[in-house]
Each structure stands twice: as C-alpha cells, then as structure tokens.
C-alpha cells in the first residue's frame, strides 16, 4: 500500500520562498507520475505541477515561471520549489500519483503566505 509523507511546509512572507518534500514508500516509485496539488480554504483540490518518469513537467498556469517540481528516484521523493511566494498561494499542498491518485492521500503540508 502506498503512503505519502509531505513536509516543508511553513509560513513565509509575499516574495520568499519554500521546498517541499514528498517522501513515498510502498510503490516502485520510478514507474509512476507525480504531482503536486494544492488544497485552498472553501475551493475544490487543484493540480498544481506534474513529473512523469522521464522527468518531463508541465505545471499550472498560475504557478509558471515561479514552481519547479523534480524527483529523486532512488530516494522515492519528488519535491517543490516554490519561489516568488504569493498570498494566493496558500494552501494544503498535497503529493500523489498523476493524472489518478491513489485513494489514500497524506496528510498534506499547509503553506501560509502572508506579511
């Protein structure tokens, strides 16, 4: 069974900057694709940036340019820079299987922006 472990969360001001971490177990993790998705207060779960196998990624639009999602497969970890944070971005911020998660997500690492 899979299980999902996201830390790196915090609160930091408009501007700065956070690295998340997605440690994974259960799973051979170099088979799959991952993703970051976020969870904000009263909105549904958004997809936020993905990895496939090969490393290729695409991200949101609203992230572009200011997110880097990458992957250490022999670690079983992909991760989340988040740079140039704004207040919009806060959020839960969920890793799991893309495009379909597994059913049984982490607990999630909330991200607070705000001066």
């Known amino acids: 069974q899979v299980h999902l472990v996201e830390s790196g969360g915090g609160l930091v001001q408009p501007g700065g900057s956070l690295r998340l971490s997605c440690a994974t177990s259960?799973?051979?993790?170099?088979?799959?694709?991952m993703g970051w998705y976020r969870q904000a207060p009263g909105k549904q779960r958004e997809l936020v940036a993905s990895?496939?196998?090969?490393?290729?990624?695409n991200y949101a639009a609203s992230v572009k340019g200011r997110f880097t999602i990458s992957r250490d497969n022999a670690k079983n970890t992909v991760y989340l820079q988040m740079n140039s944070l704004k207040p919009d971005d806060t959020a839960v911020y969920y890793c799991?299987?893309?495009?379909?998660?597994?059913?049984?997500w982490g607990q999630g690492t909330q991200v607070t922006v705000s001066s």
């Open positions: 990895i496939f196998s090969s490393a290729s990624t």
């Open positions: 259960g799973i051979i993790f170099s088979n799959y694709a």
């Open positions: 799991n299987r893309f495009p379909n998660g597994w059913p049984n």
